[in-house]
């Protein structure tokens, strides 16, 4: 309490200027510690990744008229390497996400997470995730997501990565941000873990993954929990036919259901981490990648 309360004080002297002013008036970096509302259980399971010979640290770069920070990981020294975007659950770019960052950069990617939320809030300040889904989650356009994952793409493409070798890959919302973006550029290749494909379309998020399956312009791997309360089975069915009827390469796309697996069962610090679904559904995601060229 009496933390929050100084770091209370500490903001209200500071100008207006999102997630990334608290950020640096705390002495936080983008992947330091966990989200509160995530309930982290790191101590039992989380995934510690070194960062030897990787470089590694946030970043920043203009989309449109503002500067979006990026965690960052990759090879030290290389170029030309391909690039993969890192999209966050709705936690932020926090220890685990960064920690997927090392873990593709140690396999020779370029991996860039950039901070979607920073204009709305900062999700490592929310304990309850009541608030930050209506404060923080809910206020994200998702147009102005796809631009600062353009900007991204730019940035990494002009510091040691190949623009033309772009992949995605994301978790929960970013799952759902995955499919999006299969849909609006020219990746080569896109992994959604348990993205929701239905909802209520709203102005800030008109359209829906199944909304958009025409659309999709890269071979999408989804991986997805048989437990998982919040996406339908049903839905999975219903973007499998859809995808299935569009042109190449939408109709490339795989999808692989773990029986027994729970939503966020990829996020080894929680308590829905399912060590073999998760496993094997890295190493399919890896595969997926170097199979459609981003190797």
């Known amino acids: 309490m009496l933390q929050d309360n100084l770091e209370n004080d500490l903001m209200a002297l500071l100008p207006s200027g999102g997630a990334a002013s608290r950020r640096r008036a705390l002495g936080l970096m ?32 203009p989309s449109g008229d503002f500067q979006v920070h990026a965690y ?12 993969i975007l890192v999209v966050s659950e709705i936690f932020g770019v926090h220890e ?12 020779g990617y370029l991996a860039i997470a950039p901070d979607l939320f920073e204009r709305q809030g900062d999700p490592m300040a929310y304990g309850e995730l009541a608030k930050l889904m209506s404060e ?11 631009r600062d994952l353009d900007a991204a ?10 623009a033309k070798k ?12 995955t499919w999006l973006y299969a849909a609006h550029a020219p990746v080569k290749a896109a992994v959604a873990w348990y993205g929701r494909l239905a909802g209520q379309d709203t102005a800030l998020q008109p359209k829906q993954p199944l ?15 048989g437990k998982d309360e919040g996406i339908p089975q049903a839905s999975i069915d219903e973007m499998k036919a859809l995808l299935s009827k569009a042109g190449a390469p939408a109709n490339e796309a795989q999808f692989v259901v773990y029986p027994d697996a729970p939503h966020a069962f990829h996020a080894d610090y929680r308590a829905s981490y399912r060590k073999e679904a998760a496993e094997d ?9 170097k199979q459609h060229g981003l190797g």
């Not at 923080?136 to 796809?146: E, F, L, R």
């Open 166 to 177: 772009l992949g995605i890959t994301g978790f929960c919302w970013g799952g759902r941000i």
């Open 136 to 146: 923080v989650i809910a206020k994200v356009p998702d147009a102005q997501v796809m």
């Open 96 to 107: 685990y996400i960064a920690d997927v960052c090392r873990r593709l950069a140690h396999e």
């Open 211 to 225: 909304a958009l399956a025409a659309q999709v312009k890269a071979p999408v791997l989804g991986l997805y929990g």
């Open 30 to 61: 983008l992947g330091a510690g966990y989200a509160a509302a995530a309930a982290p259980v790191m101590a039992q399971t989380a995934i510690e990744t070194p960062a030897d010979g990787l470089e590694v640290g946030e970043v920043n770069f």
């Open 281 to 289: 559904g890295w190493k399919r995601a890896l595969a997926w990648f």
């Open 153 to 162: 793409a730019a940035w990494a493409g002009a510091h040691g990565g190949d």
């Open 72 to 83: 960052r990981a990759a090879p030290k020294g290389k170029t030309g390497l391909p690039v």
